[in-house]
């Protein structure tokens, strides 16, 4: 019997990231920090965007302005309408305050449009301004942080604050709007009748209430669904992208995929759904707790005017006044909540982004420049982040410019992260790695990857034009005539010029009008892409593994030719290809077990000699 196809693992986490922040979250926690959440994002949209800014906050001085001038006049208009006399001599002498009550609901209308106008003039840029820092963080961040438990996680977070940045600032002017209706009418209810004030916050209380433990329960689903989501994500990614197409259908992993995909997105509905009837309960309660006292607030005015308290205009314009006070209250303390509820995410936001800023690379004074003569490794060692043991330890190492330097070994015995601390994408745990004598830990990095050229094992490729994938958006003329040596050299002219525009085809098939490279090509172009900087220190990490042997063999050919004016690092699993090297170092359990030239540890007996003899007997 065939064992159904396994769940997805379920992620539960610890530590400081493993506490939902809104957790313990009250009433009065809500209103005393709105004030600093208000001033946050004032701080962002004035940075954006001063003169929308300016605009919002007239806008809302307009309409408390018109809605305190409204309520006047409807209280000037009621007289007359509600006295004796003719109707129509009723009717001509409200016309005035009519006219006033038109006027005020017009200029309330306007200054909502405009308020729209400039909230639509904020929201995309600050939208853009922090999904750009976001992006701009994971890139600069140090590449050592992506193996930090929960790393990938908290930047799904962080996205979701990016999701919500196009609702902060409504939520903010709509806040703000309601505050300023609320103060206006709640100062016209204070003179008609006080009484009437204390019924109406308890009429509206409950719903504020409900509002703060409705984001609970919202942003608990969310925090728990962070994991899932993320990997949701980067499955619905590898599925659906047609360059791993082929393995997926012809291994049969479609049906497991479906299932599996369907398995996840279940999990998040389940705990969706779990919060719907907790949500549902406080709905229900806020609004009964609420209407007992909306009910007494009415009862209270009509016994007002029913006993004489007040005059019969009087009642009439206090009950458009708790009807304002009302909306306005209600929508002070809901739009209150938005705010707040917005604010977790953008706090994610702001955490992940300081958090990333931590972790970038510090720019120190010294620096490196070209050409570089020696690059030299002293007892360096590194231990990834929850690992036990080191990926490189104890290792030193010594490189020359116009030497080429194979390093070969089994996987996981170390190699590429030997490349990365060569290169300052690492930095050493213990021990020094010295650029012409300059400590990398020390040195503005951004200074040593302008001299470096790297073809990794795992490349990208690039949804770009062939020309920018070769100088990768840092061309060094205006003319295409680097990049076409950089492509002779690799053996892909005729390749290109087949293309349908030459160098200006865009390499994406997913889109209308672009093309494909097969595997090698793919490599070869990646080859080109380190070869066109010209740099001080070429790295190559299997930079064959997808080429014919003429590929191959003219890739080495022009690794021997421009290996005098460089330091040239080889990782090859293909051990025939060293011999191109001056020197060679064999790595095991991250350190040199064997080095010498390609002569001397054939005849060792080593592990290189070993590893030599495995791939011949074939």
Avoid at 23 to 28: C, I, T, Y
Avoid at 399 to 428: D, H, Q
Avoid at 561 to 589: F, K, P, Q, S
């Amino acid at each position: 019997m065939t064992p159904p196809p396994p769940p997805p693992a379920e992620i539960v986490y610890s530590g400081e990231y493993s506490v939902n922040p809104l957790g313990e979250v009250s009433f009065g926690k809500l209103c005393a920090q709105l004030p600093s959440v208000l001033r946050r994002i004032a701080a962002m949209s004035w940075a954006m965007d001063r003169r929308a800014v300016v605009l919002l906050l007239a806008c809302q001085l307009v309409t408390g302005a018109a809605a305190a001038v409204l309520l006047t006049a409807t209280a000037a208009a009621m007289r007359p309408i509600l006295g004796g006399g003719a109707v129509a001599d009723r009717l001509e002498q409200a016309l005035p305050a009519l006219l006033v009550v038109g006027t005020a609901t017009a200029l309330t209308r306007g200054a909502s449009s405009v308020g729209m106008y400039a909230s639509r003039r904020l929201t995309p840029r600050l939208t853009t301004a922090t999904d750009t820092a976001l992006v701009e963080a994971v890139c600069r961040v140090e590449a050592a942080a992506y193996a930090v438990d929960g790393f990938a996680d908290r930047q799904e977070a962080a996205e979701m604050g990016v999701a919500r940045t196009h609702v902060m600032v409504t939520d903010a002017q709509r806040f703000m709007s309601a505050l300023v209706r609320m103060v206006t009418a709640t100062a016209v209810l204070s003179l008609l009748n006080v009484l009437m004030l204390p019924l109406l916050l308890l009429a509206v209380l409950p719903a504020g209430v409900g509002a703060v433990l409705t984001a609970r329960v919202d942003y608990e689903i969310h925090y728990a669904n962070v994991a899932d989501r993320n990997v949701r994500g980067m499955m619905r990614w590898w599925s659906t992208t047609p360059k791993y197409g082929d393995e997926v259908r012809a291994n049969g992993m479609t049906d497991y995929l479906l299932f599996w995909y369907r398995s996840l997105s279940e999990r998040v509905d389940r705990r969706t759904l779990a919060g719907a009837p907790r949500t549902l309960r406080i709905a229900l309660l806020s609004s009964l707790v609420g209407g007992v006292f909306l009910v007494a607030t009415w009862a209270a005015l009509a016994w007002l005017a029913g006993t004489g308290r007040v005059p019969l205009a009087v009642a009439a314009t206090a009950v458009v006044a708790v009807q304002t006070t009302l909306a306005a209250l209600s929508q002070v303390i809901v739009n209150g909540a938005a705010v707040f509820h917005t604010s977790l995410y953008l706090s994610d936001m702001q955490a992940f982004l300081d958090d990333a800023e931590k972790r970038a690379p510090q720019r120190r004074g010294l620096s490196v420049s070209a050409p570089v003569d020696e690059i030299r490794l002293e007892e360096v060692s590194y231990q990834y982040p929850g690992k036990e043991k080191p990926a490189v330890e104890a290792l030193s190492l010594t490189m020359r410019r116009g030497e080429i330097l194979a390093i070969v070994g089994v996987n996981g015995s170390g190699k590429s992260t030997l490349t990365r601390l060569i290169t300052g994408i690492y930095l050493a745990d213990k021990g020094r790695v010295l650029w012409n004598g300059s400590d990398l830990a020390s040195v503005d990095r951004t200074t040593v990857w302008r001299c470096t050229g790297l073809v990794p094992q795992i490349f990208a490729q690039w949804p770009l034009r062939v020309r920018e994938n070769v100088t990768l958006g840092q061309p060094r003329t205006f003319d295409d005539g680097p990049v076409w040596e950089a492509v002779d050299a690799v053996g892909m002219r005729d390749a290109v010029e087949d293309l349908s525009n030459g160098l200006d085809t865009l390499l994406a098939r997913e889109v209308f009008g672009g093309a494909e490279l097969s595997g090698g090509q793919w490599q070869r172009l990646a080859c080109s892409r380190a070869l066109y900087r010209r740099p001080s220190l070429l790295i190559l990490d299997e930079p064959t593994s997808q080429m014919d042997p003429r590929g191959e063999h003219q890739i080495f050919e022009e690794i021997k030719a421009i290996a005098a004016d460089r330091i040239t690092i080889v990782v090859t699993h293909r051990l025939e290809n060293t011999r191109i090297a001056d020197h060679i170092v064999v790595m095991d359990g991250g350190r040199i077990t064997e080095q010498g030239c390609y002569g001397d540890l054939v005849h060792a007996g080593g592990t290189f000699a070993e590893l030599l003899a495995l791939s011949k007997d074939r």
